[in-house]
């Protein structure tokens, strides 16, 4: 709450100094209830009576305040965004948990994404996840915790072995083609090279190019020996042991071109959030925002409480402690 006229408030100090005065000057009269002249002091009734200044002072420092218009103000924003559809494809094949990332390679590309979706609210987002094949995790929403939640949710072993980039983009597409948004994008993370799937990934990069559909590819990881899975034990878990492990680069960097798109390599966890953070700010989202400023008067609330604390004080006086002067 603020006060569009405070000036008002320096009328309280010579209201205070007269009240005080007037408190202090001397009665000729004597009091009493005109019921009986012999109660004692120590009554209800000469205890209210005593109190009853205390209703006017109240109304005096009301009616200032309202004088000081009080008013109370809030902003209305209206939002605005061309937003965009963005779906995420991510590689959770066996390779993805090695070890060259701390604690690996998917836990390190899940919090990445996590953070990416935070910064796009305006953006319908979904999630593709992809090993030998590839199942959609989450729909295209404006919900990014649901987003977020389903990429914590994301886990190796759910789907057969293997990589299949092609059959990951192609379902990415699948969920994205019928957008209406202007701007449509697909990110791409992978690790490894194409080994699974019935869709080779420059036929995927061809049919996203058809649909104007723009593809960042980013690959994660290191070259050489790394330590990762090399089998599964009985009771589902990995077995780990040095390998070495190579990257297709050239394939992700002919898809992204052929999309107008673009290939990030990721070497570490700082390169993966900074590669993040480029595509931020390559696809940004259009908003335009309008502000709108509300005012509500309050003055009103202080002179009816005023009005209240003065009609009580005639109330008491005239009709519980009536009083005579002797």
């Known amino acids: ?70 008013q109370r103000h809030w902003t209305e924003e209206k939002v605005k965004a ?13 390779s993805m948990l090695s070890r060259d990332f701390d604690p690996d390679r998917l836990a390190v590309a899940k919090q990445v994404a996590v953070d990416f979706v935070e910064k796009r609210p305006h ?14 995790q989450c729909p295209l929403t404006a919900d990014k915790k649901m987003v977020q939640n ?24 699948n969920r994205i083609k019928s957008s209406e948004a202007k701007s449509k994008i697909v990110i791409l993370l992978t690790d490894g090279e194409n080994n699974a799937g019935d869709i080779s990934p420059t036929q995927a990069a061809e049919l996203a190019a058809t649909l104007g559909i723009r593809v960042y590819t980013v690959g994660i990881g290191t070259e050489g020996y790394v330590m990762s899975p090399v089998q599964r034990a009985p009771n589902g878990s990995y077995l780990f042991s040095p390998r070495y492990v190579t990257f297709d680069t050239e394939l992700l960097q002919q898809m992204a ?6 290939f990030f390599r990721a070497y570490s966890e700082r390169d993966l959030a900074g590669i993040y953070n480029e595509i931020d700010k390559l696809e940004k989202t259009r908003i335009e925002v309008s502000t709108f400023q509300r005012t509500t008067e309050l003055a009103g609330y202080f002179i009816l409480a005023a009005l209240i604390f003065i009609f009580s004080e005639l109330m008491l006086r005239w009709l519980v402690v009536r009083t005579i002067n002797i």
């Not at 109660?39 to 009616?63: D, E, M, N, P, Y």
């Not at 953006?123 to 959609?136: C, Q």
Request: cysteine-free; proline content about 5%; charged content about 15%.
């Open 123 to 136: 953006d319908r987002i979904g999630l593709v996840a992809f090993s030998a094949e590839a199942f959609t």
């Open 82 to 94: 061309d937003a965009l559809d963005i779906v995420l494809a991510m590689d959770i094949s066996p």
């Open 257 to 262: 071109a052929m999309t107008n798109g673009r």
């Open 1 to 70: 709450m603020t006060f569009a006229d405070p000036l008002w408030f320096l009328l309280a100090l010579p209201v205070t100094w007269l009240l005080w005065r007037w408190s202090k000057a001397p009665r000729a009269a004597m009091l009493v209830p005109v019921s009986t002249a012999y109660i004692s002091a120590s009554g209800w009734r000469i205890s209210t009576l005593r109190h009853l200044q205390w209703f006017h002072r109240i109304s005096l420092v009301l009616l200032i305040m309202a004088m000081a218009r009080p």
């Open 150 to 173: 389903f990429i914590r949710e994301l886990a190796v072993g759910r789907l057969e072995d293997g990589t299949a980039i092609g059959m990951g983009l192609a379902t990415a597409l």
